[in-house]
């Protein structure tokens, strides 16, 4: 009996063991609870962005107030002494400013981050597993240099409890116009002669978050293609309607090739005051030369902005690029063959083919074909032609032939007047005369005909004596009239 009693006590005791043990688990120990928060991070930046997260101060956190401050684990330890009480900096953190430039003087000190996070441009994603804490926000070093519309966010201060943030950067941009000759209208194509002086004008922006550089540099980088050359005393630069001394910026023509630069060292340096709302404005004039290309490859012309684009630092050593604004300038030719009556080319014909101007019409020179080089031709090309209207004008006959009237037509085109790449969409001629265009070589072709003059019919050898006597006797004839008459009126 007492075995048994013992027995049975036995086993009331291992059952109280386990109920304990699984109440230790059941029941959760505040005291070692861990307690994290999340951080969801907005790019409204054109690119990607790397974030890395530092946790600057742990503590107690109760809603947005965090006590019992000492150094995260975002600061390197051999920095903490120096620093001082994580508790006093804490309390000079009393406005932006300071925060911004308490933000600047981490930089040095910052350890390893406590999360790292990349976010796509225009995107969102949210960092879990985050202390409670204040953290600092930034991008990674170099992440956003020589990058296309790359810009650093400024840095970001955040105590973190289930909160949000969006990354504040913005990046300037830039637009490159022609002046079209007929009506002019900026926009993104145009069509010129060869020799015809052409106007271009760029405009240059600023970020939204201008305020927090120190220091901004801004530099337009003007690419031409081989048929455009610059007339360099054309450039002018005007910030916002206000033309800016040329000592003030510095214009470079890269060596070597079509392309220049007009660059401000830094832009909060000028007289002239600039804001987020400003706008930097470039004009200059090229000739289209003797290189230029015919047809719907055309003449293209581009720019981009090279600029300060790390506030952080203040606008100092890194920089950022504009995508590139393309437009173009096309030009065209005209054939003419010159044919007789059974289509067969014919020679000896010259011609001088003209523009019509509201004052009338005016000769291009440099299209005539009538030099002894030239004397056996029978096709005459005219390269490089606005659009308009023209007059072509033989100016020699081939011998034996009927001369032709001027032939009047014009040239017709269409292209894209605003793309990011413009193309070349319609050419044809209007006229009595046919063209055959192409409009990818950007040619007119045509032929022009001449027709034999009439030979007056005669009866044979004797005819031609028998005219000649009666021609004769009619000129003795009349002679002998007029004497007899004049002696008449002398009695």
Not at 95 to 122: C, R, W
Not at 231 to 236: Q, Y
Not at 262 to 274: E, I, R
Not at 324 to 344: G, T
Request: charged share 25%.
């Amino acid at each position: 009996m007492q075995r048994l009693v013992k027995k049975q006590i036995s086993c009331i005791v291992a059952m109280v063991m386990v109920l304990l043990l699984a109440m230790s688990v059941i029941v959760p120990d505040k005291t070692y609870a861990a307690t994290t928060h999340s951080l969801k991070i907005t790019n409204g930046g054109k690119t990607a962005h790397t974030f890395e997260i530092y946790q600057v101060f742990k503590g107690d956190l109760s809603g947005k107030v965090l006590t019992n401050i000492k150094w995260g684990s975002g600061i390197k330890d051999s920095s903490k002494a120096s620093l001082g009480s994580a508790s006093a900096k804490a309390k000079t953190l009393t406005n932006v400013t300071k925060a911004e430039e308490f933000a600047n003087d981490l930089q040095s000190h910052l350890g390893t981050p406590a999360k790292t996070q990349q976010v796509a441009a225009g995107g969102s994603e949210t960092v879990t597993g985050l202390e409670p804490g204040y953290y600092l926000v930034k991008d990674t070093a170099s992440s956003q240099s020589n990058k296309e519309n790359g810009a650093y966010t400024s840095y970001i201060l955040k105590i973190v409890s289930d909160t949000e943030t969006n990354a504040k950067l913005d990046v300037p941009t830039v637009v490159k116009k022609v002046q079209e000759n007929s009506d002019r209208v900026w926009q993104d194509a145009a069509d010129y002669n060869i020799g015809d002086t052409i106007p271009y004008k760029l405009t240059g922006t600023l970020p939204t978050n201008y305020d927090k550089y120190t220091k901004y540099a801004y530099k337009f980088h003007d690419e031409m293609s081989a048929g455009l050359t610059l007339d360099p005393a054309s450039i002018k630069v005007k910030i916002d309607g206000t033309e800016i001394a040329s000592s003030k910026y510095t214009v470079t023509q890269d060596a070597g090739s079509n392309s220049f630069t007009v660059a401000f060292a830094d832009l909060k340096a000028l007289d002239t005051p600039t804001t987020a709302n400003s706008s930097i404005v470039v004009e200059y004039n090229c000739k289209l030369n003797d290189n230029a290309v015919i047809g719907s490859a055309g003449n293209p012309n581009t720019v981009y902005l090279e600029y300060s684009n790390n506030p952080n630092r203040g606008g100092e050593g890194e920089f950022g690029k504009t995508p590139k604004d393309k437009n173009i300038v096309f030009s065209y030719k005209v054939i003419v063959n010159k044919k007789d009556e059974n289509n067969d080319p014919l020679v000896g014909a010259e011609f001088t083919l003209y523009k019509k101007t509201v004052t009338g019409k005016e000769a291009i020179t440099r299209f005539t074909i009538n030099n002894t080089m030239e004397a056996n031709k029978t096709t005459f090309t005219y390269k490089g032609l606005d659009a308009g209207k023209y007059v072509l004008e033989e100016t020699k006959t081939p011998t034996g032939y009927n001369s032709i009237e001027p032939v009047e037509f014009t040239i017709h085109a269409e292209y894209d007047k605003t793309s990011d790449d413009p193309k070349l969409t319609k050419l044809e001629s209007l006229g009595t005369l046919t063209f055959t265009a192409d409009k990818t070589a950007g040619t007119l072709s045509t032929d022009v005909v001449n027709n034999k003059g009439f030979t007056l019919p005669e009866t044979g050898g004797m005819g031609r004596y028998l005219i000649y006597v009666l021609g004769a006797v009619l000129v003795i004839g009349s002679l002998g009239y007029m004497k007899r008459r004049k002696e008449a009126t002398i009695k």
